[in-house]
């Protein structure tokens, strides 16, 4: 068989591990495609998806303009993609150790987890799956720098008050990669609401900013006893903006309605008080589609399904 590409039409989504059920409803209820043309493990591939829609949110890379490599070796494959661009990660579900050989051959990758914080190399990453033994579905122009649109970090399981702590180092990276936003540090005010039991307010005084915690239930004791962090015994969602004042970062992972969260988003943003928001948007039951898109619709701004994120979504506003 000789070498050759195939063009292929529509675009191909990985879905979150775990999450191909959601990547699956959203394709469906959003874009209104009842299955994707081919399925390879967690990549799905969707000959119509309109090329001027999104990309679903619960997608952890997107493919936009796949395409097919017929080839005869390991080492052709490897070749033909360096032809092509540098940096490609690989989406594996069969023919894994076929696939390793090629990802040995192809230009070094950093595909370990990382600590925070990180920097991430502003420079395209292809991505490909093996879907036969001498077929790659690959695109060279994907929705992430990330290597196949996932970062994971080193875990500490000893100071963090809960696991939630992840969520905002991945939501601060993506901010930086999304909007060039710094992260919070030394000097800055930031305003955690619900902030019980630390997790997020836990890595803001890590990167040494002043925090307003404020939850009905107090922090984790080495918090509250934390000189970068005040606690305030309050219901967040009622104290006005005016009277918390200004703030360079404001963060929510409280669990409630995404309707009553857009609100309450809206107050400080119409306020003028803070230019960058991270906030969860819990969902009660099944995925509130249209509430999401009221956050996905605010200039200046990005929804996204994280790496540690489970049945939410989260938003991401930051102005320059």
């Known amino acids: ?43 799905f591939f969707c000959q119509d998806f309109p090329q001027d829609a999104p990309d679903p949110w619960f997608a952890q890379c997107a493919m936009q303009k796949p395409f097919l490599l017929h080839f005869e070796s390991i080492g052709q494959a490897a070749a033909e993609l360096k032809k092509i661009q540098r940096n490609w990660a690989p989406c594996s579900y069969q023919f894994f150790r076929r696939a390793s050989l090629i990802q040995e051959k192809l230009p070094y990758i950093n595909l370990k987890e990382r600590t925070f914080p990180a920097k ?111 606690f305030q015994a309050h219901d967040a969602f009622t104290l006005p903006p005016e009277e918390i004042g200004p703030c360079d970062w404001v963060f929510s992972d409280v669990i ?34 249209a509430a999401a898109q009221k956050f996905a619709d605010i200039p200046q701004s990005r929804v996204v399904h994280l790496n540690y994120n489970k049945h939410e979504l989260t938003w991401i506003h930051c102005q320059k």
């Open 256 to 289: 409630c309605y995404p309707d009553r969260l857009y609100d309450w988003v809206q107050k400080w943003l119409q306020s003028g008080l803070c230019k960058n928001m991270i906030c969860t948007i819990k969902m009660q039951g099944g995925i509130d589609w």
């Open 120 to 230: 991430i190399p502003q420079t395209p990453m292809g991505l490909y799956a093996l879907i036969e033994q001498n077929a790659i579905l690959a695109s060279a122009q994907t929705s992430s720098v990330l290597p196949a649109g996932k970062i994971a970090f080193v875990e500490d399981h000893v100071n963090p008050p809960s696991r939630a702590y992840l969520k905002l180092q991945e939501s601060l990276t993506l901010a930086n990669i999304f909007f060039g936003a710094e992260l919070p540090k030394a000097g800055q005010k930031c305003f955690e609401a619900g902030a019980c039991p630390g997790g997020w307010t836990w890595v803001l005084a890590g990167l040494g900013a002043s925090v307003l915690a404020v939850d009905r239930a107090p922090l984790d004791d080495r918090l509250m006893k934390n000189p970068l962090v005040t």
């Open 1 to 43: 068989m000789p070498i050759y590409i195939e063009e292929k039409r529509g675009k191909a989504f990985l879905a979150f591990e775990g999450m191909e059920s959601f990547l699956q409803a959203e394709l469906a209820e959003r874009f209104g495609l009842s299955s994707p043309t081919e399925q390879y493990g967690r990549l």
